[in-house]
């Protein structure tokens, strides 16, 4: 079963930047998948926030992040970065990385996606 293990956490004050990176043990499939950042703030449902289809796609965003957050693919195509710029508070919570292989991104559907990583903690304080 494929893995993903995100880094880049952290805590920041408001209008800071935190980097995250998502990284896939392996690539199942041989062309483009699915590769994504949900989050979760305390006592709220989780949340899509940036998506990208590695076969070539444009990333796309929710609107809550759309102009501040910037999703790309790294060096390798099982890896995927999310740079976070002008933080705020409401930005707090724990992202998390998922996937799907092998097809097109499945929109924010969270039942859609069959690999999930542990999640990693963001904190905007005021």
């Known amino acids: 079963q494929v893995q993903l293990v995100e880094s880049g956490g952290g805590s920041v004050q408001t209008g800071g930047s935190l980097r995250l990176s998502c990284t896939a043990s392996?690539?199942?499939?041989?062309?483009?998948?699915?590769m994504a950042w949900f989050r979760q703030a305390p006592g709220k449902e989780r949340e899509g926030v940036a998506r990208?289809?590695?076969?070539?796609?444009?990333?796309l965003y929710a609107d809550p992040v759309q102009g501040r957050f910037t999703l790309s693919q790294g060096n390798t195509k099982n890896t995927i970065i999310l740079q976070m710029n002008d933080l705020k508070p409401e930005d707090t919570g724990k992202y998390y990385c998922?996937?799907?292989?092998?097809?097109?991104?499945?929109?924010?559907?969270?039942?859609?996606?069959?690999?999930w990583g542990q999640g990693t903690q963001v904190t905007v304080s005021s």
């Open positions: 998922a996937a799907v292989w092998g097809r097109a991104c499945p929109g924010f559907r969270e039942a859609a996606y069959n690999s």
């Open positions: 990208i289809y590695t076969g070539g796609s444009k990333p």
């Open positions: 392996e690539y199942p499939y041989s062309g483009g998948s699915c």
